[in-house]
């Protein structure tokens, strides 16, 4: 499939904001990528086009029963100017097993890709210089089906956005402090807690805005089912090490897979840490932090990479993690995993994808 390029004409072009001063999701690139799907035809119309609002019917599917899902990734600029992305095929297969979830079309993988690719490439110039800072690309599908009654909508668009971003801590880490919501829960088993969709999020607002309200940065979530076991935090993977044991709980079906996830246990292992993938009770947790054999606690996502954890609250009492420090494994790993990303270090795993 041919994807039309129509550029923006350079009047209409943005200025490119102040690269110390980015921050996250503020800023957008000149142009997006757009598709539409119709049942019986297929995709169709790939397009890069300058940046738009969207005319959506009001009766259009996404806005009613909520089939919206969407990635996240980076793309990063190396020291002499080289342009990489960072494992993008797992974002793309990600998509579309959130795709079969919610029942929505398919995107083929290599349409996929060729659209990423000529995007990022087409809006290099966005790609921030400054250290740490980087392009974030947000795919999204949509429902677009006019309608009403409940049904798989037979019409998508799938577009694709990106934006300058910052470097998640400028000024060194900041270990967060998180909230165990022992009342709300992010996702029961069966339900669609390990795929990105749209709605997962909204439902997490209330337990985020009563951890804000507390002074918290993040929610920890429980399981479901016994409010016993540790999940995610926020909308990030977590990890705790233990004795001589890097810790984080299985997917199975409740935890969104992360990438960076992923990532870090492989490398954790390649560097020679213990790594675990099993259940943890938050109890456990707890008799650790208190016994002084749990070290660090860290949270994994692409935006942050490494997000350290300083504090836990839990059956109204505050628990300080290593001081309220960043952990020297949490160091460690975020390191290793911005040299792969940036192009400043060997890649053994095969991660990073450069485009030019
Ligand atoms: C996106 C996301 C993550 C992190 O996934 P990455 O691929 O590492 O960015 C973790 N948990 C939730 C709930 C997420 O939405």
Not at 127 to 146: F, H, Q, W
């Amino acid at each position: 499939m041919e994807i039309k390029i129509v550029e923006a004409l350079p009047k209409y072009m943005k200025p490119k904001p102040d690269e110390t001063k980015l921050g996250f999701g503020k800023h957008f690139t000149d142009h997006m990528f757009t598709m539409k799907y119709k049942e019986g035809t297929g995709w169709h119309d790939p397009v890069i086009e300058p940046y738009h609002y969207l005319q959506l019917d009001p009766t259009a599917m996404c806005l009613h029963y909520g089939q919206e899902i969407f990635e996240g990734l980076k793309a990063y600029r190396g020291k002499k100017d080289e342009i990489y992305l960072f494992r993008p095929m797992e974002n793309i297969r990600r998509m579309n097993a959130s795709a079969e979830r919610l029942c929505m079309a398919q995107i083929d993988e290599t349409v996929f890709f060729d659209a990423l690719k000529k995007f990022v490439l087409l809006e290099r110039d966005w790609i921030p210089r400054e250290a740490g800072s980087s392009l974030y690309i947000r795919p999204t599908m949509i429902a677009t089906e006019a309608a009403l009654g409940v049904h798989p909508s037979s019409e998508y668009l799938f577009f694709i956005i990106a934006g300058p971003v910052g470097a998640y801590y400028a000024h060194g880490f900041a270990p967060t402090k998180i909230y165990v919501s022992e009342e709300y829960v992010r996702a029961a088993m069966g339900g669609t807690g390990q795929v990105k969709a749209a709605g997962n999020y909204a439902a997490s607002l209330y337990a985020s805005r009563i951890a804000t309200d507390m002074g918290y940065t993040q929610v920890l979530w429980l399981d479901a089912r016994e409010k016993k076991y540790v999940e995610e935090v926020g909308t990030s993977n977590i990890f705790f090490v233990i004795g001589d044991e890097l810790i984080t709980p299985p997917l199975g079906g409740t935890i969104l897979p992360g990438v960076t996830r992923d990532s870090v246990i492989k490398l954790a292992s390649h560097l020679g840490v213990n790594v675990k993938e099993r259940p943890l009770p938050i109890t456990e947790v707890i008799d650790a932090i208190e016994k002084g054999t749990l070290k660090e606690a860290f949270a994994s996502g692409t935006a942050a990479i490494i997000s350290p954890v300083g504090q836990i609250y839990f059956h109204k009492k505050e628990y300080i993690i290593n001081n309220g420090k960043t952990g020297s494994l949490a160091e460690k790993l975020f390191h290793e995993i911005l040299h792969i990303q940036y192009g400043s270090k060997k890649d053994p795993f095969g991660w990073r994808m450069q485009l030019a």
